[in-house]
């Protein structure tokens, strides 16, 4: 199965990929055999992917990384690179590749640090003779510090050397960094192709794969996610309860505390899932025997991964939270496609009854306002407003309309 199988929708980006990949080929294969290299060629040494979430655009770069370091034989015969078979495909999709390195964090940014390691990577020859990739999933996440590291190494590459970054919209990525990338925009792909994807490769049941596609409006790994973990749905659930709940201040007050207690929830889960494992792991590698004290010196290589974990629950708990508003501002989409009359699908049908209540108790006007002050509560998070103070301030505004 071609890398590009996987690019739900992006027939453009893929077609563009797969052209820059061929002649990435093309150029190492003349380098090898000492020919002259093509001089006319689509692959360039930085890379932009933008797209909105869900799209695809880490997908896409792990695909397109995959497809430099393809060695398939086919190539010899006119084949395409990119066949997702031979061991440089293999290893670049699963992570594995000794040339290819994906940095994505879990943390509220990239630092200084973090970015100059990888630049000092970026000067390294590649093991495998092809190309030295490094795919940067959350480019919009670099510090201005880590930008300006980042600046140097896009401008003045090593010769194998690509660079691959993915964000949400160009204006998320610093000005001068972007100017010198190749920038591709993915779409959000179509409920139908979402749904697709989910029964061949994931097995799930085409009546679930197409609710859950529709659900999250064509984002993949969330509607995976809502099509899998039970927990998922049980939380969309009740985030889908709030608009009937919102009549009185009382009730505005307690959803508010809901909604941060389970996103709370949920970076719990995860702490629990990976801190315990990480601490003991580090505590091996620094020589504490099993139940035992730690050596000498190593109390601040430990305060360090305290602050590293609580950065990751902070960061977790803000995308939960992130998750539940943007399945309120669906919400409100249907319910303004209804009291306009559009013919655009609705995306929460299993609560049709609710939508239609508020729809004819309010006004298109009405629903705007509510829809801006949860745009407004997204922005104050992004700000570090605390989230219950922000939250609650939503919850009255949807209250008062």
Known sequence: MPVWDDLVGQ???AAQLDAAARDADALVTAEAAGEP????SKMTHAWLFTGPPGSGRATAARAFA????CVSPDRALGGAPGCGFCDGCHTSLVGTHADVEFVRTDMLSIGVKETRELVRRAQLSPAGGRWQVIVLEDADRLTEGAGNVLLK???EPAARTVWLLCAPSLEDVLPTIRSRCRHLTLRTPSVEAVADLLVRRDGIEPEAATAAARATQGHIDRARRLATDERARARRAAVLKLPLRVEEIGGCLKAAQELIDAAAEDAKQVAEEIDAKETEELKAALGAAQ???????TAGVMKELEDKQKRRRTRTQRDSLDLALVDLTAFYRDVLALQLGSQVALANTEVRDALDRIARGTSPETTLRRIESIAACRTALDRNVAPLLAVEAMAVSLRRG
């Open 291 to 297: 139940g035992g004290r730690m050596p000498r010196g």
């Open 153 to 155: 190494a896009v401008e």
């Open 37 to 40: 290299v093509p001089e006319a």
């Open 66 to 69: 995959a497809a430099l370091q």
């Open 11 to 13: 027939e453009r980006v």
